[in-house]
Protein backbone atom coordinates (compact mmCIF):
# COMPACT_ATOMS: atom_id res chain seq x y z
CA UNK A 1 0.00 0.00 0.00
CA UNK A 2 1.39 3.72 -1.14
CA UNK A 3 -0.21 6.70 0.33
CA UNK A 4 -0.02 9.48 -2.25
CA UNK A 5 -1.32 13.07 -2.74
CA UNK A 6 -4.69 13.58 -3.75
CA UNK A 7 -5.36 14.90 -7.03
CA UNK A 8 -8.43 16.16 -9.20
CA UNK A 9 -8.11 13.03 -11.26
CA UNK A 10 -9.02 11.20 -8.08
CA UNK A 11 -12.27 12.38 -7.79
CA UNK A 12 -14.51 10.29 -9.06
CA UNK A 13 -13.05 7.62 -7.12
CA UNK A 14 -12.52 9.22 -3.43
CA UNK A 15 -16.99 10.26 -4.33
CA UNK A 16 -17.57 6.51 -4.95
CA UNK A 17 -15.98 6.06 -1.34
CA UNK A 18 -18.16 8.86 0.41
CA UNK A 19 -21.21 8.28 -1.19
CA UNK A 20 -22.44 5.43 0.71
CA UNK A 21 -21.58 7.18 4.01
CA UNK A 22 -23.59 9.88 3.04
CA UNK A 23 -26.49 7.66 1.40
CA UNK A 24 -26.65 4.81 4.40
CA UNK A 25 -24.81 6.08 7.97
CA UNK A 26 -24.37 9.01 9.97
CA UNK A 27 -20.86 9.21 9.86
CA UNK A 28 -21.63 12.23 7.44
CA UNK A 29 -24.14 14.70 7.90
CA UNK A 30 -24.35 15.53 4.53
CA UNK A 31 -27.86 14.56 3.56
CA UNK A 32 -27.05 14.14 -0.30
CA UNK A 33 -24.13 12.85 -1.78
CA UNK A 34 -22.42 15.97 -3.62
CA UNK A 35 -21.84 16.01 -6.88
CA UNK A 36 -18.68 15.44 -8.80
CA UNK A 37 -18.20 18.47 -9.64
CA UNK A 38 -18.68 20.51 -5.76
CA UNK A 39 -16.13 17.45 -4.21
CA UNK A 40 -13.61 18.41 -6.77
CA UNK A 41 -13.89 22.09 -5.49
CA UNK A 42 -13.50 20.50 -2.14
CA UNK A 43 -10.45 18.72 -2.92
CA UNK A 44 -8.46 21.80 -4.91
CA UNK A 45 -9.38 24.55 -1.94
CA UNK A 46 -7.94 22.09 0.56
CA UNK A 47 -5.18 20.59 -0.57
CA UNK A 48 -3.73 24.38 -1.82
CA UNK A 49 -3.33 24.79 2.09
CA UNK A 50 -3.21 21.13 3.97
CA UNK A 51 -2.69 17.78 3.53
CA UNK A 52 -5.21 15.56 1.35
CA UNK A 53 -4.01 12.38 0.66
CA UNK A 54 -4.90 8.37 -0.52
CA UNK A 55 -3.87 4.88 0.14
CA UNK A 56 -3.30 2.96 -3.12
CA UNK A 57 -3.02 -0.75 -3.53
CA UNK A 58 -2.91 -1.90 -7.01
CA UNK A 59 -4.13 0.43 -8.93
CA UNK A 60 -7.32 1.64 -6.89
CA UNK A 61 -7.89 3.95 -3.78
CA UNK A 62 -8.54 2.08 -0.76
CA UNK A 63 -9.47 5.28 1.72
CA UNK A 64 -8.27 9.02 1.54
CA UNK A 65 -7.75 11.25 4.66
CA UNK A 66 -7.36 15.24 4.80
CA UNK A 67 -6.88 18.15 6.91
CA UNK A 68 -8.80 21.30 6.99
CA UNK A 69 -8.73 24.53 9.14
CA UNK A 70 -10.52 24.47 12.43
CA UNK A 71 -11.45 28.03 12.27
CA UNK A 72 -11.14 31.16 10.18
CA UNK A 73 -8.94 33.00 12.27
CA UNK A 74 -5.12 33.86 12.72
CA UNK A 75 -5.23 32.06 16.25
CA UNK A 76 -6.79 28.58 14.98
CA UNK A 77 -3.91 28.22 12.35
CA UNK A 78 -1.73 25.40 14.30
CA UNK A 79 -5.55 23.06 14.80
CA UNK A 80 -6.99 21.17 12.07
CA UNK A 81 -9.88 19.61 11.90
CA UNK A 82 -8.93 15.98 10.24
CA UNK A 83 -11.11 13.02 8.79
CA UNK A 84 -10.53 9.36 7.03
CA UNK A 85 -12.98 7.87 5.03
CA UNK A 86 -12.05 3.87 3.87
CA UNK A 87 -13.83 1.99 1.00
CA UNK A 88 -16.51 -0.15 2.30
CA UNK A 89 -14.46 -3.35 1.45
CA UNK A 90 -11.19 -2.44 2.75
CA UNK A 91 -12.33 -1.69 6.39
CA UNK A 92 -10.46 -3.24 9.24
CA UNK A 93 -7.29 -3.70 7.17
CA UNK A 94 -5.41 -0.81 9.04
CA UNK A 95 -5.91 1.29 6.09
CA UNK A 96 -7.47 4.09 8.39
CA UNK A 97 -4.63 3.64 10.75
CA UNK A 98 -1.78 4.14 7.54
CA UNK A 99 -3.88 7.01 6.46
CA UNK A 100 -3.68 9.11 9.71
CA UNK A 101 -0.35 8.09 10.84
CA UNK A 102 0.87 9.35 7.04
CA UNK A 103 -1.71 12.60 7.66
CA UNK A 104 0.25 13.65 11.24
CA UNK A 105 3.38 13.36 9.86
CA UNK A 106 2.84 15.68 6.70
CA UNK A 107 0.81 18.04 9.27
CA UNK A 108 3.96 17.58 11.96
CA UNK A 109 6.60 18.80 9.00
CA UNK A 110 4.56 22.37 8.28
CA UNK A 111 4.08 23.40 11.46
CA UNK A 112 0.38 22.28 12.97
CA UNK A 113 0.54 21.32 16.61
CA UNK A 114 -3.48 20.08 17.32
CA UNK A 115 -5.41 17.55 15.27
CA UNK A 116 -8.94 17.59 15.94
CA UNK A 117 -12.05 15.32 15.03
CA UNK A 118 -15.41 16.20 14.74
CA UNK A 119 -17.52 12.53 15.74
CA UNK A 120 -20.98 11.48 15.39
CA UNK A 121 -21.50 9.45 18.26
CA UNK A 122 -25.19 6.81 18.21
CA UNK A 123 -27.01 7.00 21.91
CA UNK A 124 -27.78 3.50 21.84
CA UNK A 125 -27.70 0.67 19.54
CA UNK A 126 -28.08 2.13 16.06
CA UNK A 127 -28.26 0.78 12.22
CA UNK A 128 -26.67 4.16 10.54
CA UNK A 129 -24.07 4.59 13.52
CA UNK A 130 -21.68 2.91 15.73
CA UNK A 131 -18.93 3.45 17.97
CA UNK A 132 -16.28 2.76 15.62
CA UNK A 133 -15.22 6.25 14.82
CA UNK A 134 -14.74 6.92 18.43
CA UNK A 135 -12.49 3.61 19.46
CA UNK A 136 -10.53 4.07 16.03
CA UNK A 137 -9.26 7.82 17.40
CA UNK A 138 -9.26 6.83 20.56
CA UNK A 139 -6.59 3.96 19.63
CA UNK A 140 -5.01 6.55 17.49
CA UNK A 141 -3.88 8.62 20.67
CA UNK A 142 -7.07 10.98 20.22
CA UNK A 143 -8.80 11.98 23.61
CA UNK A 144 -12.31 12.83 24.19
CA UNK A 145 -12.72 17.13 25.27
CA UNK A 146 -16.38 17.25 24.64
CA UNK A 147 -20.03 16.60 23.30
CA UNK A 148 -22.29 18.92 21.68
CA UNK A 149 -25.89 16.63 22.70
CA UNK A 150 -28.67 16.81 19.95
CA UNK A 151 -26.37 18.62 17.61
CA UNK A 152 -27.06 16.45 14.44
CA UNK A 153 -30.46 15.51 12.90
CA UNK A 154 -30.65 12.40 10.29
CA UNK A 155 -32.79 9.90 9.01
CA UNK A 156 -34.99 11.06 11.99
CA UNK A 157 -32.78 10.72 14.56
CA UNK A 158 -30.97 12.96 16.43
CA UNK A 159 -27.02 12.53 16.94
CA UNK A 160 -24.62 13.98 19.72
CA UNK A 161 -21.42 15.27 18.65
CA UNK A 162 -18.21 14.90 20.50
CA UNK A 163 -14.63 16.44 19.55
CA UNK A 164 -11.26 14.27 20.11
CA UNK A 165 -8.18 15.98 20.01
CA UNK A 166 -4.22 14.68 19.79
CA UNK A 167 -1.42 17.32 20.44
CA UNK A 168 1.22 16.31 17.82
CA UNK A 169 3.64 19.35 18.31
CA UNK A 170 5.20 21.53 21.11
CA UNK A 171 3.19 24.67 22.25
CA UNK A 172 5.70 27.57 22.69
CA UNK A 173 5.84 31.43 23.63
CA UNK A 174 6.96 32.11 20.19
CA UNK A 175 5.21 29.75 17.45
CA UNK A 176 6.22 29.80 13.93
CA UNK A 177 4.03 30.33 11.42
CA UNK A 178 1.93 27.12 9.74
CA UNK A 179 3.25 26.74 6.00
CA UNK A 180 0.26 26.23 4.53
CA UNK A 181 0.68 24.84 1.02
CA UNK A 182 3.62 23.29 1.84
CA UNK A 183 3.03 19.92 2.73
CA UNK A 184 4.48 16.37 1.57
CA UNK A 185 3.31 13.18 1.39
Request: net charge neutral; proline share 2%; glycine share 8%.
Amino acid sequence: MKIERVTLEDAKELLAIYAPYVRDTAVSFEYEVPSLQEFKGRIQDISKMLPYIKAVEAGEILGYAYASKFKNRKAYDWSVEVTVYVREDARRRGVGKILYQALENSLQRIGVLNMNACIAVPKGEDVHLSNDSYHFHEKMGFRLVGTFHDSGYKFHTWYDMIWMEKMIGKHGEKQENVRFGEWTV
